[in-house]
């Protein structure tokens, strides 16, 4: 070899565990010791309380742990390695960064056999094959890395790599990872100084799943490379945050295919990028792809897929997708899509999602989706779906859907499966609330059918009346809107206002009685209510008595008893008494 290499040293480190940097003082999450008694818990369960106990996060790939297996395990004063290693019988490679533990499938040993090894002024290169410890059998497609250099490669069919490096090193360190694989490292010693300024380790690591959940959208079948896809589960346990990257195409960037693994300030994308996460700004000429979270502000000429959370700005021509939770403002021309919680705006020309909790507002040409509780507001075009508890409001056009209402709705229709709120509109459904029809008589008519929805605290009343007499004939419809107060189970008193317009054999005047009736409301059986009371009215007749000679209909519609506002306006008090069913 030339010189400049003093020492060559081949280690195999079974999970990378003495390399996590700790700060001074703390004690490693899985040194850290536990006494559970751990009868009858699935798997999923026990790593919940491990995690609650030790305060950290374990993250993981759920495809490839059975969650749901039961195991009884006794634990006393154990560190948490020895119960993993207990619980996964060392199938599983642990390790840590931050405040997670990630778990990793992996029942095989492999190892480095470098062949060739090349150091020059400010040129260092390494080649070599990855081997299955046991078999000896050369492994391709497994990822080769120096984790402070941010370079990678992948083994080819033969299993063989090279990776060559620019600049004054005094150690490299390389790694191999392969899935179902332990990972192992090569640690080559020089006489050099190393300093890699544009590296720093990620401070927060992402929630179990997060790769799994953007390979299960189906983005990565037509955005990413089979490479950039084997690069990812071989190394999934690795971040590292860098102030700037440029890519032309996934995988065709300044980091290569270790893109994935790295946080950006800046990310600028010519067509499209795909990086672990953003911490600032990301601009893509068509799409931005994100494994981990973005902060900040990002903007795309069609679409952004975040698989971690969002907060700040976010802006797609077409189409924005968050697989986490969503803190900011969401704006795309056609589409936005928050997996989990939303607490901020989307803004969208069709279709707003958000399949958990939602505060803030969510606005949309035609329709916006809600999975759980909603506290913020829904307006859109067309129609509003909640499918948990709504506590804001709901304004549409149409028809607006909500399990449990304790808000406002707005709609031509309004369906809650439980109405304690407010509903406003034409008809209004709910389990609990008012489905009832109501046939009565008053001072101007011998028959009203009416259909009253909605609750006590609001209800609508769709109506419709005629006086039968040979030859004082009246059609009156309308809208009326009203409250009850109940007193106990059976006794209600109420107020209701209904607008209505009187037909008269000539629809050419716009002849209209606003009508307040004060009801007293008896149930007398569990779908029979009797109701009466008294009621004032306003007339407005248009018509001035011009009513075609020999006509059979009303021609006064005012009592001989009333009060003269105007030439065409009068009032008086009247009465009403009916049944209700339902």
């Not at 309308?478 to 009850?484: E, F, N, P, S």
Request: glycine letters at 12%; a positive charge; charged letters at 15%.
């Amino acid at each position: 070899m030339k010189r400049g290499i003093l020492i060559f040293i081949l280690v195999f480190l079974n999970s990378l565990n003495g390399m996590a940097q700790l700060q001074e003082g703390t004690v490693s999450h899985l040194s850290k010791r536990m006494t559970m008694n751990l009868r009858q818990k699935t798997v999923k369960q026990v790593l919940q309380e491990m995690s609650t106990a030790g305060h950290f996060y374990f993250s993981y790939n759920a495809r490839l742990i059975n969650q749901d297996s039961v195991v009884n395990i006794q634990v006393q004063n154990e560190s948490v390695r020895e119960v993993l290693e207990r619980l996964f019988k060392g199938t599983v490679d642990c390790k840590e960064n931050g405040s997670y533990v990630f778990l990793r499938y992996a029942i095989h040993q492999l190892q480095i056999e470098p062949d060739q090894i090349v150091t020059g002024d400010q040129l260092y290169a390494i080649s070599g094959y990855v081997t299955d410890l046991k078999t000896g059998k050369k492994l391709k497609q497994a990822s080769v890395f120096e984790r402070k250099l941010l370079q990678s490669t992948l083994t080819d069919e033969q299993g063989y790599f090279s990776l060559r490096f620019k600049g004054d090193y005094k150690e490299v360190v390389l790694t191999a990872s392969k899935e179902t694989y332990k990972d192992t490292s090569l640690v080559f010693l020089a006489d050099i100084h190393i300093q890699p300024q544009t590296y720093h380790p990620a401070e927060n690591e992402p929630q179990g799943g997060w790769f799994e959940g953007l390979q299960s959208l189906g983005i990565s079948r037509f955005l990413l490379s089979s490479r950039q896809k084997i690069q990812d589960l071989n190394v999934g346990h690795f971040l590292a945050n860098t102030p700037f990257q440029v890519s032309f195409l996934p995988g065709v960037s300044s980091q290569g295919i270790m893109s994935s693994r790295i946080v950006n300030t800046v990310s600028l994308n010519v067509l499209g990028g795909y990086t672990a996460g953003v911490d600032g700004v990301e601009l893509g000429g068509l799409f931005n792809l994100n494994l981990k979270d973005m902060r900040s502000f990002q903007a795309a000429g069609l679409m952004n897929v975040v698989g971690g959370k969002v907060e700040g700005v976010q802006l797609g021509g077409v189409h924005n997708l968050v697989r986490g939770t969503l803190r900011g403002v969401q704006a795309a021309g056609v589409f936005n899509w928050v997996r989990e919680a939303s607490d901020g705006v989307q803004l969208a020309g069709v279709l707003n999602l958000v399949d958990r909790d939602q505060k803030g507002v969510q606005a949309a040409g035609i329709l916006n989706y809600n999975g759980k509780r909603a506290d913020g507001g829904q307006i859109a075009g067309l129609s509003n779906i909640n499918h948990g508890e709504l506590n804001g409001f709901q304004i549409s056009p149409l028809f607006n859907y909500t399990q449990h209402n304790k808000g406002l709705q707005i709609g031509l229709i309004n369906y809650a499966g439980i109405n304690d709120g407010l509903s406003l509109g034409l008809i209004h459904l709910s389990k609990n609330g008012y489905r009832q029809l109501a046939f009565s008589i008053n001072e101007l008519s011998n028959l009203e059918v009416s259909l009253k929805t909605g609750n006590a605290a609001l209800y609508t009343l769709l109506t419709a009346a005629k006086n039968t007499s040979a030859t004082e004939q009246m059609e009156t419809f309308g809208l009326g809107m009203g409250h009850d107060r109940w007193f106990g189970k059976r006794f209600a008193g109420g107020l209701l206002v209904k607008g209505q317009y009187v037909y008269r054999g000539n629809w050419d005047y716009q002849n209209t009685l606003f009508r307040v009736e004060m009801p007293l409301q008896l149930t007398i059986m569990k779908v029979v209510s009797l109701v009466g009371g008294p009621a004032y009215s306003v007339f407005m007749d248009h018509s001035a008595g011009n009513v075609p000679i020999g006509n059979a209909y009303k021609k006064e519609i005012a009592p001989a008893t009333h009060h003269r506002f105007t030439e065409t306006t009068r009032g008086w008090w009247g009465w009403n008494v009916g049944i209700h069913l339902f």
